[in-house]
C-alpha cells in the first residue's frame, strides 16, 4: 500500500438548534483529482441550501496535509471527554480522510476532532491556527447555486 493521501478535510462550526442555521465547509477532490472547497449554508432547517465552490490550488492542498502531519492534529481527537454540560444541537467538529492513491474508492484512516473534549490552552492555540490554515486554502469562487 502507498502512502495515505488526504482526501477530505471538514469543518463544522456547530450550531445550537435543530431548526437554525447551519454552515459547513470541505475541501475534497473532485472526479478529475482537483482541490475544492466548498461552503454549505442554510439560514434555516426549510431554506434553500447555498453552496458556494472555490478553486484550492493543489501546492496549498499539499502543504495543509504537511501541516496536519507535522502538527499531529490527529492527537487532539484522543483528549478525554469534557465535564462540560452540551448545549449545542451539532457542536463544532472537524473531520479529515486519508485514502491510498493506488486504491482511491475507500477512506483508510479517518480522524475527528469535536467540541466537548479536554483541551489545553495549547490544545485551543493548534486548534486556532488550523482553523486560519484551513481558511487559507479557498481561493477563487468557481461557482455558487441554490438547492
Known amino acids: 500500500m502507498a502512502e495515505l493521501k488526504l482526501h477530505s478535510f471538514s469543518f463544522?462550526?456547530?450550531?445550537?438548534d435543530m431548526l437554525g442555521p447551519y454552515h459547513g465547509e470541505r475541501i475534497e477532490?473532485?472526479?478529475n483529482g482537483e482541490w475544492r472547497f466548498i461552503c454549505?449554508?442554510?439560514e434555516h432547517h426549510s431554506a434553500p441550501e447555498k453552496i458556494a465552490v472555490y478553486a484550492v490550488s493543489a501546492e496549498a492542498?499539499?502543504?495543509?496535509?504537511?501541516?496536519?502531519?507535522?502538527?499531529k492534529i490527529q492527537s487532539l481527537e484522543?483528549?478525554?471527554?469534557?465535564?462540560?454540560?452540551?448545549?449545542?444541537?451539532?457542536?463544532?467538529?472537524y473531520s479529515y480522510a486519508f485514502?491510498?492513491?493506488?486504491?482511491?474508492?475507500?477512506d483508510r484512516e479517518y480522524h475527528r476532532i469535536e467540541q466537548?473534549?479536554?483541551?489545553?490552552k495549547k490544545d485551543y492555540a493548534l486548534l486556532q491556527k488550523l482553523r486560519?490554515?484551513?481558511e487559507s486554502l479557498r481561493g477563487e469562487k468557481i461557482s455558487e447555486t441554490e438547492e
Open 40 to 42: 454549505r449554508d442554510r
Open 116 to 120: 466537548y473534549k479536554k483541551y489545553s
Open 61 to 71: 492542498a499539499e502543504e495543509f496535509e504537511s501541516f496536519l502531519r507535522k502538527k
Open 78 to 93: 484522543k483528549r478525554p471527554d469534557s465535564d462540560d454540560f452540551i448545549t449545542d444541537y451539532s457542536p463544532w467538529s
Open 99 to 106: 485514502r491510498d492513491p493506488e486504491d482511491p474508492r475507500y
Open 29 to 31: 477532490k473532485n472526479e
Open 12 to 16: 463544522k462550526p456547530g450550531y445550537c
Open 132 to 134: 486560519e490554515t484551513f
